[in-house]
């Protein structure tokens, strides 16, 4: 079973268009983490939820606006994409603040 | 703010051949450290950690000590393989910080050569 799932995995769109990416853990994690990786494959946080709740919000555009149903699930719903938006998204999860994150295998997102 | 600096790459090793990988952080306070692996079309995972000074992470073959002085986590490896070709990434976490913010580098792409 894969720990922390995401879909879809390939994602090819056009500008201005509407599109979600979802993410699933079935660690029984409290925390769950959206991450951006750019062409050059530098990594940077964008959203972290606890048990629902919104912990961390990067400086992040609000055309991007993450949702979490229940503790296990986290998605990422992104309004009017860019071209600037076209990177790697991980999705990632932890039992706590401190402990080892666990990712997913990651959505290419390539807007044309 | 926080901030992780990584040796740029690629590096390219010949198998059994030595590897280091530097890394220096800036941060307030006593972050934990950690190197996660990225092997081609997956997700990073976690190689070690260590969380105070003078800890030594270790796992598969890789070493890293915290060194609060020089404020670096080398990571590096006796005798790499093929199967060690990934990016790593150097990171840190603040100490009690709301979440797990992780800050990375900049990531080092390696490539082993038969």
């Known amino acids: 079973d894969t720990a922390v799932s995401q879909t879809p995995k390939y994602l090819v769109t056009q500008m201005g268009n509407d599109k979600s990416i979802k993410c699933e853990q079935n660690?029984?994690?409290?925390?769950m983490y959206w991450y951006k990786q750019d062409s050059k494959k530098f990594l940077k946080i964008m959203f972290s939820?606890?048990?629902?709740?919104?912990?961390i919000n990067e400086t992040v555009p609000n055309r991007f606006s993450p949702k979490s149903p229940d503790k296990a699930h986290l998605n990422l719903h992104i309004n009017s994409l860019e071209l600037g938006d076209s990177a790697v998204y991980f999705c990632?999860?932890?039992?706590?603040?401190?402990?080892?994150?666990?990712f997913g295998s990651g959505t290419q997102l390539s807007v044309l | 703010g926080n901030s992780v600096t990584q040796m740029e790459g690629p590096v390219t090793l010949s198998e059994e051949a030595f590897l280091t990988i530097n890394c220096t952080y800036t941060?307030?306070?006593?972050?934990?450290l950690f190197w996660y692996v990225q092997y081609p079309g997956e997700g990073l995972q976690l190689l070690l950690k260590?969380?105070?000074?003078?800890d030594k992470g270790s796992n598969k073959g890789f070493e890293a000590t915290y060194r609060k002085e020089t404020t670096s986590f080398h990571l590096e490896k006796g005798s790499v393989q093929v199967s060690d070709s990934a990016v790593y990434f150097c990171?840190?976490?603040?100490?009690?910080?709301?979440?797990?913010?992780?800050?990375f580098g900049g990531g080092t792409r390696v490539l082993v050569k038969p």
């Open positions: 941060a307030t306070g006593y972050p934990s």
């Open positions: 260590a969380t105070k000074a003078d």
């Open positions: 660690l029984g994690h409290d925390t």
């Open positions: 990632a999860s932890s039992q706590d603040s401190r402990e080892k994150l666990f």
């Open positions: 939820y606890n048990n629902k709740e919104l912990i």
């Open positions: 990171a840190l976490s603040p100490f009690k910080a709301a979440g797990n913010k992780l800050t």
